[in-house]
């Protein structure tokens, strides 16, 4: 059982993966690359003066995977709430569990619809931190904000979900900066 499952590897679900990676947890992270960040330019991302989508997914992909989180090349089919936790069923029909799940699968938003998630006019309904109404379970990114997505919103969306994790599992407020030695 993994402690967190994220579905989607844009840069929402590989924000949330590094934080939470990063800090210990054990983390599985489900995507085929297929975000739309391969079709972006980024000249709006703080700290990044210029880079391709494509040349950021790989940075981002290489450093979750440096922190210890598992990529798996495979979508999530179905995703059930349980009494620990979270089901999650790829398509090749293996099944993965974990105490919490961050969705960042982008504006179609097909898992969160099967859990019953609200959507208003702006997108499925979370609060600052990514929460749902569903305890454990997260959505961040293009599902939450449709038509205002951006990377650099959707990955600290996704830092913000990570963070609220790594708080609940601490039992207090976590913060995650490192300072040069």
């Not at 993966?17 to 210990?24: I, P, R, T």
């Not at 929460?131 to 379970?137: E, F, V, W």
Request: charged share 25%.
């Amino acid at each position: 059982m993994a402690d967190v499952i994220i579905v989607g590897d844009g840069p929402a679900g590989l924000s949330a993966a590094l934080f939470l990676a990063k800090k210990g947890m054990d983390v599985t992270v489900f995507g085929t690359d297929e975000t739309p960040m391969h079709y972006a330019m980024l000249y709006n991302y703080l700290g990044i003066p210029e880079m391709t989508g494509s040349d950021f997914q790989k940075v981002a992909r290489a450093q979750v995977e440096k922190f210890g989180a598992t990529l798996h090349e495979e979508k999530v089919a179905t995703l059930e709430k349980t009494e620990t936790g979270f089901s999650a069923t790829t398509e090749g029909g293996t099944a993965h569990t974990s105490k919490y799940v961050v969705l960042g699968e982008g504006k179609a938003a097909k898992l969160a619809d099967s859990l019953g998630l609200e959507r208003s006019k702006h997108g499925v309904d979370a609060d600052r931190d990514g929460r749902t109404a569903i305890d454990g379970l997260y959505i961040t990114g293009r599902s939450t904000k449709p038509r205002r997505s951006q990377a650099i919103i959707s990955a600290g969306e996704g830092a913000s979900a990570a963070l609220d994790i790594l708080s609940i599992e601490a039992g207090k407020d976590v913060l995650d900066y490192d300072t040069v030695s």
